[in-house]
């Protein structure tokens, strides 16, 4: 994948060298289109970022909308009535927004992460469940028509009747494939989290032929340069320093400032540690902030604490001058529309405006009839 950022890449590297905490903030922005919104339909963007967290039906919109131009809700949602695009566990044991195609490569990949997981179930509360007789009545279950895990529990239970119900139907997602169908994760909709194999949902099977070796390039054109236990961190797969240590040959190599080594593909953009960088705003849960051991190339270990939520909540954050510095939030009732912006430090002037101005574009984008839209700077509640 060449340079689509529109941004001048760095075309002097040595091998070893040093790449500030700003340097890598400028190389992760850059590629996930936050340097410049980007000109591109909103599948490719999903592909190129390999999905986005989607735990919460909404906050992809917000992922979408901060990284490329003239995004509208009605895009994505019409990628997900379509089935071009679909809701699904993959990384980190985790609700991912991926494409078809993603889904049907990405999921055997990932599949070891689910496995750590249904190991301590069958172990644990499902001793005594055979796994593969398991995996085929629910697999029979979800295509009848969709069902909650909730019905997937209680139309097991009959032929377990010893077992917990809900950890039969927990035991399904990591069996089989499923994903969450429509409404779910529809603008403006409502609905039940249902769900059917992608199997039957896409109407093709698996695609058991890609690599480990592919996963790691696309992770690194997304968010390198980036350590092995970055990597391992963002999928949830160990084992991984045996992949890069066969790819190394064609990757290039960086030290962070403590000295760790970094991996890179050759042709992705490093813009200068002084590159600009304009405010933005991420929503719930994105993967910027969940994809590194080391996540302070965009987030102060001193604001941590404040964004990822004892109850595993990882709030809705604003970035200026590349890094978290604060929370927003959005109300909205009845004919007004609110934006309240929670800085963890003072902020001077310019970046006040900038961020009244790029919020200004939020509100339209979250709603657009609004006959009022105000912006409001308070101080972050505790």
Same mark, same amino acid.
């Given at each position: 994948?060449?340079?689509?950022?529109?941004?001048?890449?760095?075309?002097?590297?040595?091998? +070893?060298?040093?790449?500030?905490?700003?340097?890598?903030? #400028?190389?992760?922005?850059?590629?996930?289109?936050?340097?410049?919104?980007?000109?591109?339909?909103?599948?490719?963007?999903?592909?190129?970022?390999? =999905?986005?967290?989607?735990?919460?039906?909404?906050?992809?919109?917000?992922?979408?909308?901060?990284?490329?131009?003239?995004?509208?809700?009605?895009?994505?949602?019409?990628?997900?009535?379509?089935?071009?695009?679909?809701?699904?566990?993959?990384?980190?044991?985790?609700?991912?927004?991926?494409?078809?195609?993603?889904?049907?490569?990405?999921?055997?990949?990932?599949?070891? %992460?689910?496995?750590?997981?249904?190991?301590?179930?069958?172990?644990?509360?499902?001793?005594?469940?055979?796994?593969?007789?398991?995996?085929?009545?629910?697999?029979?279950?979800?295509?009848?028509?969709?069902?909650?895990?909730?019905?997937?529990?209680?139309?097991?239970?009959?032929?377990?009747?010893?077992?917990?119900?809900?950890?039969?139907?927990?035991?399904?997602?990591?069996?089989?494939?499923? %994903?969450? %169908?429509?409404?779910?994760?529809?603008? +403006?909709?409502? +609905?039940?989290?249902?769900?059917?194999?992608?199997?039957?949902?896409?109407?093709?099977?698996?695609?058991?032929?890609?690599?480990?070796?592919?996963?790691?390039?696309?992770?690194?054109?997304?968010?390198?340069?980036?350590?092995?236990?970055?990597?391992?961190?963002?999928?949830?797969?160990? =084992?991984?320093?045996?992949?890069?240590?066969?790819? #190394?040959?064609?990757?290039?190599?960086?030290?962070?400032?403590?000295?760790?080594?970094?991996?890179?593909?050759?042709?992705?953009?490093?813009?200068?540690?002084?590159?600009?960088?304009?405010?933005?705003?991420?929503?719930?849960?994105?993967?910027?902030?969940?994809?590194?051991?080391? #996540?302070?190339?965009?987030?102060?270990?001193?604001?941590?604490?404040?964004?990822?939520?004892?109850?595993?909540?990882? #709030?809705?954050?604003?970035?200026?001058? +590349?890094?978290?510095?604060?929370?927003?939030?959005?109300?909205?009732?009845?004919?007004?529309?609110?934006?309240?912006?929670?800085?963890?430090?003072?902020?001077?002037?310019?970046?006040?405006?900038?961020?009244?101005?790029?919020?200004?574009?939020?509100?339209?984008?979250?709603?657009?009839?609004?006959?009022?839209?105000?912006?409001?700077?308070?101080?972050?509640?505790?």
């Amino acid at each position: 994948m060449g340079n689509d950022t529109g941004l001048d890449m760095e075309s002097a590297v040595r091998e +070893g060298e040093t790449l500030s905490r700003r340097r890598l903030n #400028r190389a992760l922005l850059a590629r996930q289109h936050l340097l410049r919104r980007a000109d591109m339909p909103a599948l490719e963007a999903i592909e190129h970022l390999v =999905g986005l967290q989607a735990q919460a039906p909404i906050p992809p919109y917000f992922g979408l909308w901060t990284r490329l131009n003239g995004f509208r809700p009605e895009d994505l949602g019409a990628l997900l009535l379509s089935r071009q695009a679909v809701r699904i566990v993959l990384m980190r044991g985790t609700i991912h927004l991926v494409s078809a195609r993603d889904c049907l490569e990405m999921r055997p990949l990932i599949q070891p %992460v689910l496995d750590r997981g249904l190991s301590s179930l069958l172990k644990g509360r499902l001793a005594g469940a055979d796994p593969a007789e398991l995996a085929e009545v629910g697999r029979q279950l979800v295509e009848e028509r969709p069902l909650t895990f909730s019905e997937l529990g209680q139309a097991l239970a009959p032929r377990w009747p010893d077992l917990d119900p809900a950890a039969l139907g927990d035991a399904i997602r990591g069996l089989v494939p499923l %994903v969450q %169908v429509p409404p779910r994760g529809i603008w +403006g909709e409502s +609905g039940q989290a249902m769900h059917t194999s992608a199997e039957r949902w896409l109407g093709k099977a698996l695609n058991r032929g890609a690599s480990l070796e592919g996963l790691v390039l696309r992770y690194l054109r997304a968010f390198g340069p980036a350590s092995v236990a970055d990597m391992q961190k963002w999928s949830g797969l160990t =084992g991984l320093k045996r992949v890069v240590e066969r790819l #190394r040959p064609q990757l290039l190599l960086f030290r962070d400032e403590r000295g760790g080594e970094l991996f890179d593909v050759p042709d992705a953009p490093r813009p200068a540690a002084e590159t600009p960088a304009p405010v933005r705003f991420l929503g719930e849960f994105d993967n910027m902030l969940l994809s590194y051991e080391d #996540r302070t190339r965009i987030l102060p270990r001193d604001y941590r604490s404040r964004v990822f939520t004892v109850n595993g909540i990882i #709030r809705s954050a604003f970035l200026v001058d +590349g890094f978290v510095r604060g929370l927003w939030r959005t109300e909205v009732k009845g004919g007004a529309a609110r934006l309240v912006i929670e800085p963890f430090e003072e902020l001077d002037r310019a970046d006040r405006e900038a961020l009244a101005e790029e919020g200004e574009g939020l509100l339209r984008f979250v709603a657009p009839d609004a006959a009022t839209r105000e912006i409001a700077f308070q101080a972050e509640r505790r």
